[in-house]
């Protein structure tokens, strides 16, 4: 059905169905590493529209202890001080209307994700899934330095970060594989290093950060100031 629609709306499909050296169409079926690339987009959605829910709630109650225990998971055992702080915090009222932007964002950011097999399916609209999706590994850069680098969040939010880049890493090798020998339609040189560039960077961010904090090497410590760190896990500050 998806094809008939595309047939209709694109006319000049038809000429863009032919294959490249190893066989490999834009309306072929989807490859092994594809599965995996819609596999990841669909959990790394669910997971973020989940984190909507759980966030907006306690958010629009105004209450900071429930919503920053929901999302820095890691904080009891990683910053033992910071629960009691934050209740002892007396929120003024509309206080946490920020936190409710924020987790109204985590619900369409997760959506673009799901909206990706959507895309897929399609033997035109194939070629511009990354670009779509483009947004959500951009998000998790800014996860990434936000609470992955000071270890706020547990394994299941720091998975994220590798499971996003395989997936757009494996959309983008698909692209290119159904794309790159079809005139005007074949990705160009800026558009192979967000396909490929950006996810190898943040995977490879993420991998070295987690093993420098494992080794007790605070390798990103431009990214969080040393004296909030060593107030919230309970260290005296060294001079």
Request: some cysteine.
């Amino acid at each position: 059905a998806a094809g008939r629609v595309d047939s209709i709306l694109f006319p000049a499909l038809s000429l863009l169905m032919v294959c490249d050296g190893d066989g490999l169409c834009p309306d072929s079926g989807w490859q092994w590493y594809e599965w995996i690339g819609i596999v990841c987009m669909v959990e790394w959605g669910l997971v973020h529209v989940l984190a909507m829910f759980l966030l907006v709630v306690p958010s629009f109650a105004n209450d900071i202890p429930t919503t920053f225990s929901r999302l820095y998971d890691a904080m009891p055992t990683k910053y033992p001080l910071l629960p009691a702080m934050f209740e002892a915090v007396k929120a003024p009222p509309m206080m946490m209307r920020v936190m409710i932007q924020h987790s109204l964002n985590l619900g369409w950011i997760g959506s673009i994700a799901l909206l990706v097999p959507v895309l897929m399916a399609s033997p035109f609209w194939h070629r511009f899934t990354f670009m779509f999706a483009l947004p959500t590994i951009l998000a998790d850069v800014c996860y990434w330095v936000s609470l992955d680098v000071p270890e706020l969040v547990g394994p299941a939010g720091q998975a994220q970060t590798y499971i996003v880049s395989i997936g757009m890493f494996t959309i983008g090798y698909g692209i290119m594989e159904r794309w790159e020998d079809i005139p005007d339609f074949a990705p160009e040189a800026f558009e192979r290093y967000l396909m490929f560039g950006l996810p190898c960077l943040l995977f490879g961010l993420g991998v070295v950060q987690k093993v420098a904090w494992l080794c007790g090497v605070d390798a990103f410590f431009l990214l969080v100031p040393r004296g909030q760190a060593n107030a919230a896990a309970g260290k005296a500050e060294l001079h």
